[in-house]
Protein backbone atom coordinates (compact mmCIF):
# COMPACT_ATOMS: atom_id res chain seq x y z
CA UNK A 1 0.00 0.00 0.00
CA UNK A 2 1.85 2.65 -1.15
CA UNK A 3 1.08 6.93 -1.08
CA UNK A 4 0.24 8.65 -3.86
CA UNK A 5 -0.48 12.56 -4.43
CA UNK A 6 -2.66 14.29 -6.96
CA UNK A 7 -3.44 17.80 -7.35
CA UNK A 8 -7.01 18.39 -6.88
CA UNK A 9 -8.68 21.52 -6.81
CA UNK A 10 -4.98 23.69 -5.48
CA UNK A 11 -4.39 21.39 -2.93
CA UNK A 12 -2.44 17.49 -3.10
CA UNK A 13 -4.57 14.60 -2.00
CA UNK A 14 -2.97 11.86 -0.53
CA UNK A 15 -4.62 8.18 -1.52
CA UNK A 16 -3.67 4.72 -2.35
CA UNK A 17 -5.20 1.86 -4.42
CA UNK A 18 -5.19 -1.36 -3.03
CA UNK A 19 -6.81 -4.50 -5.51
CA UNK A 20 -8.73 -4.88 -8.59
CA UNK A 21 -11.73 -4.70 -10.24
CA UNK A 22 -14.25 -2.66 -10.00
CA UNK A 23 -13.87 0.39 -8.23
CA UNK A 24 -14.92 1.84 -4.51
CA UNK A 25 -14.16 4.51 -2.76
CA UNK A 26 -13.60 5.03 1.02
CA UNK A 27 -14.15 8.23 2.83
CA UNK A 28 -13.40 8.76 6.13
CA UNK A 29 -14.65 10.36 9.53
CA UNK A 30 -13.86 13.36 11.26
CA UNK A 31 -10.21 13.71 12.59
CA UNK A 32 -9.80 10.39 10.81
CA UNK A 33 -7.26 9.77 7.96
CA UNK A 34 -7.74 6.67 5.29
CA UNK A 35 -5.63 4.34 7.21
CA UNK A 36 -8.72 4.63 9.54
CA UNK A 37 -10.27 2.00 7.11
CA UNK A 38 -7.45 -0.34 7.77
CA UNK A 39 -10.00 -3.37 9.04
CA UNK A 40 -11.72 -3.02 5.48
CA UNK A 41 -9.14 -2.68 2.55
CA UNK A 42 -8.13 -5.85 2.87
CA UNK A 43 -10.88 -7.92 2.60
CA UNK A 44 -12.43 -5.51 -0.01
CA UNK A 45 -9.51 -5.50 -2.14
CA UNK A 46 -10.27 -9.25 -3.10
CA UNK A 47 -12.65 -8.43 -4.44
CA UNK A 48 -12.61 -4.75 -5.96
CA UNK A 49 -10.37 -1.54 -6.70
CA UNK A 50 -10.32 0.03 -3.32
CA UNK A 51 -9.42 3.84 -3.49
CA UNK A 52 -8.50 5.37 0.07
CA UNK A 53 -7.78 8.87 0.53
CA UNK A 54 -7.27 11.94 2.88
CA UNK A 55 -9.75 14.43 2.56
CA UNK A 56 -7.95 17.95 3.19
CA UNK A 57 -7.46 18.94 6.09
CA UNK A 58 -6.52 15.21 7.24
CA UNK A 59 -3.79 12.96 7.38
CA UNK A 60 -0.59 13.48 4.57
CA UNK A 61 -3.37 15.72 2.05
CA UNK A 62 -2.68 19.68 2.02
CA UNK A 63 -4.31 21.46 5.03
CA UNK A 64 -5.04 24.90 3.79
CA UNK A 65 -6.61 27.89 5.36
CA UNK A 66 -9.37 29.53 3.47
CA UNK A 67 -13.23 27.68 3.08
CA UNK A 68 -13.96 24.23 3.65
CA UNK A 69 -17.37 22.73 2.20
CA UNK A 70 -19.19 19.81 1.94
CA UNK A 71 -19.02 20.72 -1.85
CA UNK A 72 -15.56 20.92 -1.91
CA UNK A 73 -14.63 18.02 -0.42
CA UNK A 74 -17.20 16.67 -2.80
CA UNK A 75 -15.35 18.44 -5.60
CA UNK A 76 -11.91 17.10 -4.74
CA UNK A 77 -12.94 13.06 -4.90
CA UNK A 78 -14.47 14.02 -8.48
CA UNK A 79 -11.36 15.89 -9.23
CA UNK A 80 -9.87 12.63 -8.34
CA UNK A 81 -11.44 9.74 -9.85
CA UNK A 82 -11.08 12.29 -13.36
CA UNK A 83 -7.16 11.76 -12.20
CA UNK A 84 -7.82 8.27 -11.83
CA UNK A 85 -9.81 8.13 -14.96
CA UNK A 86 -12.55 6.20 -13.21
CA UNK A 87 -15.65 7.39 -14.62
CA UNK A 88 -17.85 5.43 -12.10
CA UNK A 89 -17.71 4.03 -8.97
CA UNK A 90 -19.32 2.81 -5.80
CA UNK A 91 -18.56 4.84 -2.80
CA UNK A 92 -18.52 4.09 0.93
CA UNK A 93 -18.63 6.99 3.91
CA UNK A 94 -17.93 6.50 7.87
CA UNK A 95 -19.83 8.89 9.96
CA UNK A 96 -18.04 12.65 8.38
CA UNK A 97 -17.07 10.29 5.13
CA UNK A 98 -21.38 9.58 4.85
CA UNK A 99 -22.21 13.34 5.29
CA UNK A 100 -19.52 13.59 2.07
CA UNK A 101 -21.04 10.90 -0.03
CA UNK A 102 -24.51 12.23 0.18
CA UNK A 103 -23.50 15.43 -1.07
CA UNK A 104 -21.19 14.00 -3.79
CA UNK A 105 -23.64 12.18 -5.17
CA UNK A 106 -26.46 14.65 -5.00
CA UNK A 107 -23.99 16.79 -7.07
CA UNK A 108 -22.53 13.89 -9.07
CA UNK A 109 -25.58 11.34 -9.39
CA UNK A 110 -24.33 9.42 -12.43
CA UNK A 111 -21.05 9.32 -10.95
CA UNK A 112 -21.87 6.20 -8.48
CA UNK A 113 -23.17 3.13 -9.03
CA UNK A 114 -24.01 2.00 -5.26
CA UNK A 115 -23.42 4.10 -2.36
CA UNK A 116 -22.57 2.87 1.50
CA UNK A 117 -23.16 4.73 4.50
CA UNK A 118 -22.24 3.74 8.24
CA UNK A 119 -23.65 5.56 11.32
CA UNK A 120 -23.70 9.13 9.58
CA UNK A 121 -26.43 11.95 9.71
CA UNK A 122 -28.29 13.53 6.90
CA UNK A 123 -28.35 17.13 8.44
CA UNK A 124 -26.89 18.72 11.15
CA UNK A 125 -29.47 20.48 12.58
CA UNK A 126 -31.39 18.07 15.20
CA UNK A 127 -35.12 19.58 15.84
CA UNK A 128 -34.65 22.07 18.38
CA UNK A 129 -31.29 22.98 17.87
CA UNK A 130 -29.65 25.37 15.96
CA UNK A 131 -26.54 24.63 13.38
CA UNK A 132 -24.48 26.90 14.85
CA UNK A 133 -25.35 25.92 18.28
CA UNK A 134 -24.87 22.06 17.74
CA UNK A 135 -21.55 22.65 15.71
CA UNK A 136 -19.88 24.80 18.29
CA UNK A 137 -20.54 22.64 20.97
CA UNK A 138 -19.24 19.53 18.64
CA UNK A 139 -16.23 22.14 17.70
CA UNK A 140 -15.47 22.81 21.36
CA UNK A 141 -15.59 19.22 22.52
CA UNK A 142 -12.68 18.04 20.09
CA UNK A 143 -10.62 21.11 20.68
CA UNK A 144 -11.02 20.20 24.53
CA UNK A 145 -10.31 16.65 24.05
CA UNK A 146 -7.21 17.10 21.33
CA UNK A 147 -5.57 19.66 24.41
CA UNK A 148 -5.65 16.89 26.94
CA UNK A 149 -4.48 13.95 24.21
CA UNK A 150 -1.32 16.43 23.56
CA UNK A 151 -0.83 15.87 27.70
CA UNK A 152 -1.33 12.05 27.98
CA UNK A 153 -2.16 10.60 24.57
CA UNK A 154 -2.61 6.78 25.01
CA UNK A 155 -5.33 7.48 28.83
CA UNK A 156 -6.98 10.12 26.89
CA UNK A 157 -7.87 8.19 23.56
CA UNK A 158 -8.82 5.30 25.81
CA UNK A 159 -11.41 7.42 28.09
CA UNK A 160 -12.59 9.24 24.71
CA UNK A 161 -12.95 6.07 23.26
CA UNK A 162 -15.51 5.24 25.79
CA UNK A 163 -18.25 7.13 23.68
CA UNK A 164 -17.09 5.51 20.46
CA UNK A 165 -17.14 1.45 20.87
CA UNK A 166 -19.41 -0.59 22.88
CA UNK A 167 -18.86 -1.26 26.96
CA UNK A 168 -17.66 -4.47 26.19
CA UNK A 169 -15.28 -4.07 23.25
CA UNK A 170 -14.29 -0.92 25.65
CA UNK A 171 -13.22 -2.69 28.47
CA UNK A 172 -10.99 -4.90 26.17
CA UNK A 173 -9.17 -1.83 24.81
CA UNK A 174 -8.65 -0.59 28.23
CA UNK A 175 -7.23 -3.93 29.89
CA UNK A 176 -4.91 -4.14 26.83
CA UNK A 177 -3.77 -1.36 24.32
CA UNK A 178 -1.09 -3.62 22.58
CA UNK A 179 -3.63 -6.37 21.57
CA UNK A 180 -4.03 -6.76 17.76
CA UNK A 181 -7.96 -6.85 17.77
CA UNK A 182 -8.83 -9.00 14.22
CA UNK A 183 -5.04 -9.36 14.36
CA UNK A 184 -5.35 -6.02 12.11
CA UNK A 185 -4.91 -3.46 14.73
CA UNK A 186 -4.14 -2.39 18.14
CA UNK A 187 -5.16 0.92 20.76
CA UNK A 188 -1.56 1.99 20.47
CA UNK A 189 -1.79 1.79 16.26
CA UNK A 190 -4.74 4.41 16.75
CA UNK A 191 -3.08 6.74 19.41
CA UNK A 192 0.08 6.79 16.99
CA UNK A 193 -2.49 7.68 14.47
CA UNK A 194 -4.06 9.75 16.01
CA UNK A 195 -0.61 12.00 17.51
CA UNK A 196 0.76 11.57 14.37
CA UNK A 197 -1.66 12.74 11.64
CA UNK A 198 -4.82 13.65 14.02
CA UNK A 199 -6.51 17.61 13.69
CA UNK A 200 -4.87 20.63 15.05
CA UNK A 201 -6.93 22.65 16.85
CA UNK A 202 -7.55 24.63 12.86
CA UNK A 203 -8.20 21.68 11.01
CA UNK A 204 -11.00 21.19 14.17
CA UNK A 205 -12.76 24.63 12.73
CA UNK A 206 -12.50 23.50 9.27
CA UNK A 207 -14.07 20.67 9.77
CA UNK A 208 -16.69 22.48 11.78
CA UNK A 209 -17.08 24.86 8.81
CA UNK A 210 -17.79 21.95 6.40
CA UNK A 211 -20.16 20.71 8.99
CA UNK A 212 -22.23 23.89 8.93
CA UNK A 213 -23.07 23.30 5.12
CA UNK A 214 -24.16 19.51 5.56
CA UNK A 215 -28.08 19.89 4.90
CA UNK A 216 -29.63 16.68 2.70
CA UNK A 217 -32.47 15.50 4.65
CA UNK A 218 -34.94 17.10 2.04
CA UNK A 219 -33.05 15.95 -0.73
CA UNK A 220 -32.52 12.26 0.19
CA UNK A 221 -35.54 11.54 -2.00
CA UNK A 222 -33.57 12.42 -5.27
CA UNK A 223 -30.91 10.00 -4.64
CA UNK A 224 -31.83 6.69 -6.72
CA UNK A 225 -28.57 4.44 -6.36
CA UNK A 226 -29.04 1.48 -4.37
CA UNK A 227 -27.96 2.38 -1.12
CA UNK A 228 -26.87 0.05 1.68
CA UNK A 229 -27.66 2.23 5.59
CA UNK A 230 -25.49 0.66 8.41
CA UNK A 231 -26.27 1.70 11.76
CA UNK A 232 -24.62 0.50 14.80
CA UNK A 233 -27.20 -0.70 17.79
CA UNK A 234 -24.78 1.19 20.81
CA UNK A 235 -23.67 3.92 18.99
CA UNK A 236 -23.94 7.28 20.97
CA UNK A 237 -22.53 9.39 18.43
CA UNK A 238 -25.17 8.62 16.31
CA UNK A 239 -28.28 6.85 17.27
CA UNK A 240 -29.34 3.89 15.14
CA UNK A 241 -33.06 5.77 15.18
CA UNK A 242 -31.56 9.01 13.28
CA UNK A 243 -29.66 6.43 10.51
CA UNK A 244 -32.85 5.18 9.93
CA UNK A 245 -34.21 8.38 8.80
CA UNK A 246 -32.15 8.18 5.93
CA UNK A 247 -33.34 4.92 5.28
CA UNK A 248 -36.82 6.07 5.41
CA UNK A 249 -36.12 9.13 3.17
CA UNK A 250 -33.81 7.06 0.50
CA UNK A 251 -35.96 5.68 -2.29
CA UNK A 252 -34.30 2.32 -2.95
CA UNK A 253 -32.02 1.59 -0.18
CA UNK A 254 -31.67 -1.11 2.71
CA UNK A 255 -30.89 -0.58 6.46
CA UNK A 256 -29.12 -2.90 8.66
CA UNK A 257 -28.20 -2.34 12.26
CA UNK A 258 -25.19 -3.80 13.69
CA UNK A 259 -25.62 -5.47 17.02
CA UNK A 260 -23.85 -4.74 20.08
CA UNK A 261 -21.65 -2.12 18.12
CA UNK A 262 -20.50 1.66 19.14
CA UNK A 263 -20.20 4.28 16.65
CA UNK A 264 -16.60 2.56 15.39
CA UNK A 265 -18.53 -0.35 14.28
CA UNK A 266 -15.97 -0.74 11.33
CA UNK A 267 -13.34 -1.31 13.71
CA UNK A 268 -15.03 -3.14 16.53
CA UNK A 269 -17.05 -5.34 13.86
CA UNK A 270 -15.29 -5.57 10.76
CA UNK A 271 -16.02 -8.94 9.68
CA UNK A 272 -19.49 -8.29 10.01
CA UNK A 273 -19.26 -4.89 8.41
CA UNK A 274 -17.15 -6.39 5.39
CA UNK A 275 -19.49 -9.38 4.95
CA UNK A 276 -22.86 -6.91 4.76
CA UNK A 277 -20.44 -4.70 2.30
CA UNK A 278 -19.00 -7.17 0.19
CA UNK A 279 -22.33 -9.16 -0.50
CA UNK A 280 -24.39 -6.01 -1.46
CA UNK A 281 -22.09 -4.72 -4.22
CA UNK A 282 -21.53 -7.77 -5.71
CA UNK A 283 -25.06 -8.63 -5.71
Same mark, same amino acid.
Not at 10 to 21: L, Q, T
Not at 122 to 134: K, N, Y
Given at each position: ?8 ? $? ?7 ? *? %? ?20 ? *? ?13 ? $? ?5 ? /? ?31 ? $? ?27 ? /? ?32 ? *?? %? ?98 ? $? ?21
Amino acid at each position: MFDSFADVN $GVKICYDVN *G %KGYPVVLVHGFGDRKEHWRAQV *GELSKHFEVIRLDNR $GAGKSDR /PDGDYTMEIFADDIKSLLDELEIKKTHIIGHSL $GGMIVLNFTLKYPKTINKMVLINTIASVT /PPGISPDQGIEWYINNAIKDLKVRQKDPLNSFIE *GA %KKSYSKEFWNQMKENPKKKFHNIWSVEDLVEEKTTYGPTERDIYHLGEALRTHDTYERLHEIKNKTLVLAADKDKTVPKAIVQRIHEKLPNSKFIVIENA $GHQSILEYPHIINQHIIKFLKK
